[in-house]
């Protein structure tokens, strides 16, 4: 399978160039070639499936024509080495759970992924890895490359943005980890990790490879739980008129469930949630997308305010509005509202969300037409957003084990300005060294 450029200036790309590179030379996104349908047969038969079946058969697609069969498989088994269950909320509404991970966000399994499928490509020479976050990005991606040999990972987040929790995700780790605290906001981080791979003079000195949702082995593994989500809904009956819905920020998370879709997914359409955050919901209103700089809110892995995937939907669906909205609604909450609707959902049904699943929970209960059955991802543990969760809802939230584990280790970090040539240098006297 080849993969071009979503600007359409770059030249066709291997699977392993465009792992690698990340970032195609004309500054699009990379995206395979065919997007193959998958038989009858494997719908027909999904609910008898386990999730490590289900897996393997999507990325028999995807992968299958790059990387040796039991290669492949071993490498979907060890990233899936915990479950993504769907559990009910109430009445039509399922929360499927993406949190079971070792970080507890759904960006695990893209980060444990890709960290495999580079260590497989690697050719013996060393790779830098750099990642911007807004909070579990570094910390899935750090974990999931934590101790993989010659790969060096480097992870930028916004000074005073990420919760503590983050934090010590990544901060915590040594080894081959290092976290950089940029004074900005996420945007600033994103904006540095883009250009050092359009530098010259860098990516002489330096291999250079970007493990944010741009990369196609972290955003397309993420089509395997929805797949896994539809084969769970189908074995409890309640498969039929499925409308899913993903909370936002980056919108790889989405983008993959599209992908399943265009795979034949029997999901009647997506809903996309936004928090305050809310370009790619003004983009179904109105046509026009205008990116703008972020805002903060509660529900921070969502705070970002030019959607890189976006440049992905819009190719997906021919760059046409009308069939974009066809397959996609949008919703946006304010903080008041993500509130509100983590204490009322834990009131009523006791299940508790994360800021961001509670966004997800809100699109479905608002936006469901009868007879339609409404699945949302549960993005993260409501534990990782502790702080925020315990005082709306008037009690402590108890933190699972391994969250803990991160929270006893000692930070280490370096502080460096927005500004690229700090940057820059700081990567070619540090990176050299190491
Ligand atoms: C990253 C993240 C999101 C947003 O996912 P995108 O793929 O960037 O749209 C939502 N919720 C949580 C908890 C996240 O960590």
């Not at 196609?216 to 539809?230: E, S």
Request: with cysteine; proline share 5%.
């Amino acid at each position: 399978m080849r993969y071009y450029s979503t600007n359409g200036k770059a030249p066709l790309a291997s699977l392993e160039k465009a792992v690698v590179k990340g970032l195609a030379e004309d500054r699009g996104l990379y995206m395979p070639e065919r997007i193959d349908r998958l038989p009858d047969t494997f719908f027909d038969s999904i609910q008898k499936m386990d999730f490590h079946e289900v897996a393997c058969t999507v990325a028999d697609a995807f992968f299958g024509e790059d990387v040796d069969r039991d290669i492949l498989h071993s490498i979907v088994c060890e990233t899936l080495a915990f479950d993504c269950p769907v559990v009910r909320v109430e009445e039509g509404i399922w929360a499927l759970e993406l949190f079971h991970g070792p970080t507890l966000a759904f960006k695990d399994v893209g980060a444990r992924f890709m960290a495999r499928l580079l260590g497989h490509f690697r050719s013996g020479e060393r790779l830098n890895v750099l990642v911007a976050t807004s909070g579990d990005t570094g910390s899935a991606v750090a974990n999931g490359f934590l101790g993989v040999e010659g790969i060096q990972v480097y992870v930028l987040y916004p000074k005073g943005k990420v919760s503590p929790i983050q934090e010590c995700q990544f901060t915590t780790l040594g080894r081959n980890i290092r976290a950089l605290e940029i004074d900005g906001v996420f945007d600033d981080c994103q904006a540095l990790v883009k250009q050092a791979f359009m530098d010259p003079e860098l990516n002489a000195a330096l291999t250079l490879t970007s493990a944010n949702s741009i990369n196609v082995a972290r955003f397309l593994p993420q089509a395997f739980y929805y797949f896994w989500g539809y084969a769970q809904m189908k074995r409890a009956g309640l498969a039929d008129n499925l409308v899913v819905c993903t909370p936002s920020g980056n919108f790889g998370n989405l983008c993959a469930g599209l992908f399943a879709k265009r795979m034949g997914l029997p999901v009647r359409r997506f809903i996309a949630a936004n928090n305050a955050n809310s370009v790619f919901y003004d983009y179904l209103r109105t046509g026009v997308y205008s990116p703008r700089p972020s805002v903060r809110t509660l529900a921070n892995a969502m705070d970002v305010g030019d959607p890189s995937n976006f440049a992905r939907i819009y190719d997906l669906y021919g760059k046409d509005w009308g069939s974009i909205r066809r397959d996609i609604s949008g919703t946006t909450y304010d903080d008041a509202r993500i509130a509100e609707t983590i204490r009322d959902v834990y009131g009523r049904t006791g299940y508790l969300c994360d800021p961001h699943g509670a966004c997800g929970y809100r699109a479905l209960s608002e936006g469901l037409l009868p007879g339609e059955t409404g699945l949302f991802c549960e993005t993260a543990h409501p534990a990782k957003f502790k702080d925020t969760v315990e005082p709306i809802i008037g009690s402590p939230v108890e933190i699972p084990s391994r969250l803990q584990d991160f929270m006893r280790g000692t930070p280490e970090k370096t502080s460096l300005s927005k500004d690229f040539g700090t940057f820059k240098d700081f990567l070619l006297k540090v990176a050299g060294e190491e």
